[in-house]
């Protein structure tokens, strides 16, 4: 997620912070839905991959909204504890976009 909300706020992609906060859960909700990205967290030393939680992905947002909206002032919740990656069928999409620009 610091990823995330990083890129949020160097491109400008709303002007608040429940804007910000929308467009990030939107953002995701889309991609998980589509099939893109999973959720979870990185286990032991490794960043290397994404052990996605095993929640719905209605469960997997309600615990995003919780930590990253819920407890937006304390960004040690969520920021590095919140872990998106590329499905195998996002690798192909974002591939095939890199190539069209």
Known sequence: MAHVTSVMRREQLADTVAGQQDVVLRTIRSL?????????E?????????????????AAMDHVYDLF??????????DLTIWL????EGERLAKSLRQGE
């Open 69 to 78: 909206v819920g407890h937006y002032d304390e960004p040690t919740l969520w």
């Open 42 to 58: 990185i286990l032991g030393a490794s960043d290397e991959r994404v052990v996605p939680w095993n929640l719905s992905i209605d």
């Open 32 to 40: 998980l839905d589509d099939g893109l990205m999973k959720i979870g």
């Open 85 to 88: 990656e590329l499905t195998p």
